[in-house]
């Protein structure tokens, strides 16, 4: 059992606060530095059913990766989605903890540790300025096909499953990726010399014009990853390094999917 002052000050160690980007807000959600932990639950996203986990499991604390707060909230009566959660938590005395952009490009953070599962050995990165993004080798060169089948059975499975752009039999050797909502770095993606790019969340627009440039200079095939599936992998990494390093913590990480969707229909 630790303060969570003291697990804070880890945190900060290994998420620290200068790879936080301007609009985002991590850090301590919920709760007292001055409480003690002794079991804590990683997430992707918190909400009441997992927070429910974590009182069942004894839980002290939860980390996040995505902020409970990131957006504005003006209130907290328990007649509201986050009003209902921080309620839960207060009186289950449950403190929330969220590491986000400061834990994405970090080493072992959310986007190695998608590389890592899905067998790449990273050379450099999309942005080299910023040392974001990674870029990748595979062991082996894949066909685009046998590659997203790979992928998807890496992921948790969700119902969008793996959504790709670009010739099923393009063969696949150097990769770009971010984990998470990555359509930012398209530009970027098309500029390397990659086969494929791999990101969640990708709009119609982004994606159309990043195809038909693609298509205009050789460029990349693109592959869209459910966000909630692409960075959960990350959370073993995670509890794998925080019970090395504070073992007097059980840290678990949950099986509950925050996915939004639940099925897809097709024609």
Known sequence: MEKLSTLIDHFNRVWPESGTESWDHPG?????????????????????ENLKQAREMGAELII???????????????????????????????????????????IGGVTESLAAALRLKISGHLDPILRQGAIGKLEEPMTLLDFARFVARVLPSVAQGIRVAGDSDRTISNVGLVAGA???????????????FITSDLRHHRS????????????????????????????????????????????????????????????
Not at 185 to 192: E, S, V
């Open 64 to 106: 996040s990766h995505h902020p409970l707060f990131l957006h504005g909230v003006h209130e907290l009566s328990e007649s509201t989605p986050k009003g209902t959660i921080s309620a839960f938590a207060a009186r289950n005395g449950i403190a929330v903890y969220a590491a986000h952009t400061n834990a994405d490009f970090v």
């Open 182 to 196: 990555g359509d930012s770095f398209l530009d970027q993606a098309l500029a390397q010399e990659i086969d494929l």
């Open 28 to 48: 301590l959600m919920l709760g007292s530095p001055a409480q003690q932990v002794s079991r804590c639950l990683l997430v992707v996203d918190v909400t009441l």
């Open 208 to 267: 159309l014009d990043f195809i038909e440039a693609s298509k205009l200079s050789n460029g990349p095939a693109l592959m869209d990853l459910s966000h909630w599936a692409a960075e959960w992998l990350w959370l073993e990494k995670a509890q794998h390094d925080l019970a090395i390093a504070l073992p007097s913590i059980k840290f678990e990480v949950s099986d509950i999917s925050t996915d939004p969707w639940d099925f897809v229909v097709m024609q």
